[in-house]
């Protein structure tokens, strides 16, 4: 097939036309894709009008709107994206302005506040001067009257000083707190005997409240007289001058995650105001003992008897650490504080010594064991080593961790620990051979802590319901001798 250009037009201008010699076919070209096309499928009719005009093919056409259709949506979204970060950026300045003002406010308050708590400060330290100075006064008040009734009231008791009314709130306390089953009964005669002074110093006296008399001056002597043989037939129980308020009691558990094991297990022994457990998963001994070192200075800043037990060892055997200069570290450490606060006591106890880890593991942890066990027993009886951990099987151990059974086993032997020293010092730290222990049915219900306590000694416990303490007296001095008798009256 031959085609033959007609008219040549400049592109642009005009169509290209073409035409088939063979058979006379006319063809247009678009003149964006270059593509032809049959002019019958054109809008020309003929091949002058077709040269004379410019031809677009339909797809071009339909691609040309879309692009101007996707322009004008890409100028509206700029308009509408550019009046978005408007909007924005005004509520965001208007929020910062809020803010600011907030914040103004905010140190407004705070100054107030400070203000406020310096003024308050200024007057607590006012008023506990101004305590101080009534107690100074009052105490030299009590002094001259304890003087002024020592001049002119024959003593009869063992030669301390007579205590004041038993009005007093301190006194009756501290009478309670003593003899609990005998303060009911001394309280009540002493208004019995006001009541009498009252009758017998002048029949016809006006009682006041509580059943006090009046005072006059017909009766004054009466009465003072009256007093002072009440005071010789009836003493009240002497306190000493020099007497202090109890030294408060804690015991703090530091250590790795083992340590958290034991915390259930050690509260059925301790009682909760007086246990605290401070544990960190992989806390290692410089660790451990920087956190004691804080525990210690607190107890002594609020005069704090602090049993403090350790349990550590296992991460710096783990990281490969040098037994001998950790355990040396440990000893010294443990050497200054026995030595600088001796009111407190420490508890050292044994890692456990897992297989599962290997031999060399395994013979790691007993040479940190009995590295540590040297060192506490070298220290003396403050610093104590606890070897319940080491003794462990493989049954009670979940890798290097303590199974269920083995914290029970393990925190109720600490916790028993804890009342180990009062034993000590009743004692002289001298371990008995037999432990008896006397009592009600509530004796029996400790069995299980005196076991866990005294297990390489034999334990007998001989109970009884609804005995008298006579009943225990009579058998403490009938015992054995060296059995040694805890009494539990019912």
Same mark, same amino acid.
């Given at each position: 097939?031959? $085609?033959? $250009? $007609?008219?040549?037009? &400049?592109?642009? @201008?005009?169509?290209?036309?073409?035409?088939?010699?063979?058979?006379? &076919?006319?063809?247009?070209? *678009?003149?964006?894709?270059?593509?032809? /096309?049959?002019?019958?499928?054109?809008?020309?009719?003929? &091949?002058?009008? /077709?040269?004379?005009?410019?031809?677009? *093919?339909?797809?071009? @056409?339909?691609? /040309?709107?879309?692009? /101007?259709?996707i322009a004008l949506q890409e100028i509206k979204l700029r308009a509408e994206h550019s009046q978005q970060i408007s909007q924005i950026k005004a509520e965001w300045e208007a929020a910062q302005a809020e803010a600011k003002i907030d914040r103004q406010n905010l140190h407004t308050l705070l100054s107030t506040e400070r203000n406020l708590r310096e003024k308050l400060e200024e007057e607590i330290g006012t008023l506990q001067t101004q305590i101080k100075k009534l107690e100074q006064t009052n105490s030299t008040q009590d002094a001259q009257e304890n003087g002024d009734q020592a001049t002119s009231t024959p003593r009869h008791d063992s030669g301390t000083p007579e205590p004041k009314h038993p009005s007093d709130k301190q006194f009756r306390s501290q009478w309670k707190e003593d003899i609990p089953s005998q303060g009911t009964s001394r309280i009540s005669e002493d208004i019995e005997h006001t009541v009498e002074l009252a009758e017998e110093g002048n029949p016809g006296t006006q009682v006041g409240k509580k059943g006090r008399p009046l005072k006059s001056e017909n009766t004054s002597q009466k009465q003072q007289q009256l007093s002072a043989d009440h005071k010789q037939k009836h003493p009240y129980p002497q306190t000493q001058s020099n007497d202090h308020p109890p030294q408060s009691k804690r015991t703090v558990v530091l250590g790795d995650s083992n340590a958290h094991r034991l915390k259930k297990h050690l509260r059925k022994a301790i009682h909760d105001q007086r246990l605290r457990i401070t544990t960190k998963s992989g806390a290692n001994l410089e660790e451990t003992l920087h956190r004691a070192e804080g525990e210690i200075q607190k107890a002594n800043a609020t005069n704090t008897e602090l049993q403090l037990i350790i349990h550590v060892g296992t991460t710096d055997l783990l990281n490969k650490a040098d037994i001998k200069k950790t355990t040396d570290h440990l000893k010294q450490q443990l050497t200054y504080w026995s030595q600088k606060t001796p009111k407190h006591h420490y508890i050292v106890s044994a890692i456990p010594e897992p297989k599962a880890r290997g031999q060399q593991f395994a013979t790691a942890c007993q040479t940190w064991n009995t590295a540590v066990q040297t060192a506490c027993t070298a220290l003396g009886p403050s610093v104590r080593f606890m070897s319940a951990a080491a003794q462990l099987t493989a049954d009670h151990l979940d890798d290097i961790h303590y199974s269920e059974q083995a914290a029970d086993q393990v925190g109720s032997q600490l916790g028993a620990w804890s009342f180990r020293d009062i034993t000590d010092e009743v004692f002289g730290g001298a371990q008995p051979s037999v432990l008896g222990a006397f009592g009600d049915f509530n004796s029996d219900k400790l069995t299980d802590l005196f076991l866990a306590s005294n297990d390489s000694h034999r334990l007998e416990i001989w109970v009884a319901t609804g005995v008298k303490p006579s009943f225990y007296k009579s058998d403490v001095q009938c015992a054995v001798p060296g059995v040694i008798t805890g009494i539990m009256p019912g």
């Open positions: 097939m031959t $085609r033959t $250009r $007609r008219g040549a037009p &400049t592109k642009g @201008t005009s169509a290209r036309v073409e035409e088939d010699s063979s058979d006379g &076919t006319v063809m247009v070209e *678009c003149e964006t894709c270059q593509e032809w /096309a049959n002019i019958d499928d054109t809008p020309f009719s003929s &091949t002058q009008e /077709a040269q004379a005009g410019r031809y677009t *093919c339909n797809l071009c @056409t339909r691609l /040309a709107a879309m692009q /101007a259709s």
